[in-house]
């Protein structure tokens, strides 16, 4: 039955720390596993020239600034695309912009701008579209859906 008194860490997963500073014959003698002489070889002397290298690797980086959002910025496409691409009754999504290359592979939204003119009759499902774009589809009898 599992109990406090019972439960253990898994196997290998506890590791014996290394004892220096036990004479040689532990392996681990003289100077203790801390390599010659020198600024390293004392106490704080390996960190201080971290700490110094690490100030020089920061000052060598050039200054990023900015903001990177997550969310993901819509793909712009025109109407013009839309009439010299699609026919008339086809509907529009996002799939169908991709695969006719209008919107790249890895874009996961779309907006339908109003550059541009339209004259057939098509329909916008799952793309969103600026008030001037619905306009133009609704005008020549189009229909856009949310």
């Given at each position: 039955?599992?109990?406090?008194?019972?439960?253990?860490?898994?196997?290998?997963?506890?590791?014996?720390?290394?004892?220096?500073?036990?004479?040689?014959?532990?392996?681990?003698?003289?100077?203790?596993?801390?390599?010659?002489?020198?600024?390293?070889?004392?106490?704080?002397?390996?960190?201080?020239?971290?700490?110094?290298?690490?100030?020089?690797m920061?000052l060598?980086?050039?200054?990023?600034?900015?903001?990177?959002?997550?969310?993901?910025?819509?793909?712009?496409?025109?109407?013009s695309?839309?009439?010299?691409?699609?026919?008339?009754?086809?509907?529009?999504?996002?799939?169908?912009?991709?695969?006719?290359?209008?919107?790249?592979?890895?874009?996961?939204?779309?907006?339908?701008?109003?550059?541009?003119?339209?004259?057939?009759?098509?329909i916008?499902?799952?793309?969103?579209?600026?008030?001037?774009?619905?306009?133009?589809?609704?005008?020549?009898g189009?229909?856009?859906?949310?």
């Amino acid at each position: 039955m599992l109990q406090p008194h019972t439960i253990k860490p898994a196997r290998g997963s506890k590791k014996n720390p290394k004892k220096v500073g036990r004479g040689n014959a532990s392996g681990h003698g003289t100077s203790s596993t801390r390599g010659g002489k020198g600024q390293t070889a004392r106490s704080g002397g390996a960190r201080g020239l971290k700490i110094k290298a690490f100030k020089k690797m920061l000052l060598s980086t050039p200054k990023l600034r900015g903001f990177k959002a997550l969310t993901h910025k819509p793909s712009e496409v025109y109407l013009s695309d839309l009439e010299t691409n699609f026919s008339a009754g086809d509907i529009v999504t996002v799939e169908a912009l991709r695969e006719k290359n209008i919107i790249g592979s890895s874009v996961r939204a779309a907006k339908i701008v109003s550059t541009g003119e339209l004259t057939k009759k098509i329909i916008i499902s799952g793309v969103t579209a600026t008030q001037g774009a619905v306009e133009k589809i609704k005008a020549v009898g189009g229909e856009v859906k949310a």
